[in-house]
């Protein structure tokens, strides 16, 4: 395992960033049932472009730990850039103030 972005994901091709955004509806789901959606995406194990129901834009979905790490420590992938803007959500309002949650905050440098 490295925390190098640039080798963090292996071998595998990075998928193109104009790439097919796939829309995730985010199914209400019985009990357990786990989502066939995510599912397959698990079962890719690459990073996926995603819009969900409400906001503009799309969003990477990330299935593999690699993944998740190499965008947790590029400074591209920076969450302090969203504040301010309507992004893809799950919800049609804000849950959480785009000011004080950590959600939106990026590491220290």
């Known amino acids: 395992m490295t925390s190098d972005p640039d080798t963090a994901l292996g071998t595998r091709p990075d998928p193109p960033a104009d790439g097919p955004v796939h829309c995730w509806n985010l199914d209400d789901l019985e009990a357990l049932e786990f989502d066939p959606f995510l599912h397959a995406r698990l079962r890719e194990g690459r990073a996926t472009r995603v819009k969900l ?14 993944d998740v790490k190499a965008a947790t420590t590029d400074p591209r992938f ?4 969203l504040v301010g803007r309507t992004i893809t959500s799950s919800s049609p309002h804000a849950i959480a103030s ?7 905050a990026d590491p220290r440098a």
């Open 53 to 66: 129901p409400f906001g503009e834009g799309s969003a990477w979905l990330m299935a593999r730990y690699a």
């Open 98 to 104: 785009q000011k004080a949650a950590l959600n939106y």
């Open 78 to 81: 920076s969450r302090q850039e």
